[in-house]
């Protein structure tokens, strides 16, 4: 092998070490989007591994927090949204079938309102959660805080969906104006031509 060879592979090497290293630096995670949507957006979040350190922010989209106590094995997750008037809904699911992968969610909440979680045992020491909840009220500049507790693995992960509408657009001063206007309009054109009816 060449010495330019060798050395081309030694840095793609390091290269996707760096990136797999980076990448798995936090447990809790959330894919980039917009804060400002228009329409309808859906968003995937959720933890590489309870034992894994750290928790992914995008400054103006969102901050999560995670914590793990391998004694226990109890875990939260915080993830803290920044989106405009709108509902969202939320999935989420993990599958382990070994005790060490093996993840029971206690509690999944969005602003304290519970959300439906179901945890069924499979395998030797496994479990199987399925959980969802929606639509939900988003309120700008509001709370926009979603919670899962419960107890896992040190490899035990989850993921998850969040899927949100924006609100419609609430009609200016003017608009009202014009459609009052327009309303009075159509009720003197309808006095009017009971008016000549009865004349008649």
């Known amino acids: ?3 330019n060879v060798k050395f081309f592979a030694a840095s793609a090497l390091a290269v996707s070490l760096a990136v797999s290293a980076s990448a798995a630096s936090a447990a809790t995670y959330v894919e980039p989007w ?10 995937a979040f959720g933890d590489n591994g309870l034992g894994v350190d750290g928790a992914e922010t995008i400054p103006g989209e969102t901050a999560s927090t995670h914590s793990y106590d391998p ?3 109890f875990f939260t997750d915080n993830f803290a949204f920044n989106l405009p ?3 969202v809904g939320f999935t989420l699911s993990s599958i382990g079938f070994l005790t060490n992968s093996a993840l029971v969610v206690s509690s999944f909440t ?9 945890n069924t045992p499979s395998g030797d020491g496994g479990n199987i959660v399925m959980a969802s909840g929606g639509p939900l009220p988003v309120v700008a500049g509001g709370p926009q805080l979603l919670t899962i507790t419960g107890t896992g693995g040190p490899q035990a992960v989850f993921s998850g ?5 924006a609100a419609a ?10 459609m009052i206007m327009g309303f009075g309009g159509t009720g003197a054109l309808m006095r009017r031509r009971r008016a000549t009816l009865s004349v008649a």
Not at 34 to 43: D, K, N
Not at 161 to 165: G, L, N
């Open 34 to 43: 917009t804060s400002t949507p228009t329409g309808g957006i859906s968003v």
């Open 71 to 73: 004694g226990s094995t």
């Open 85 to 87: 008037d709108g509902v």
């Open 169 to 178: 657009p609430v009609p200016e001063p003017a608009a009202w104006a014009l």
């Open 161 to 165: 969906t969040a899927t949100f509408d």
């Open 1 to 3: 092998m060449t010495a």
């Open 110 to 118: 969005w602003n304290g309102v519970a959300l439906s979680v179901t």
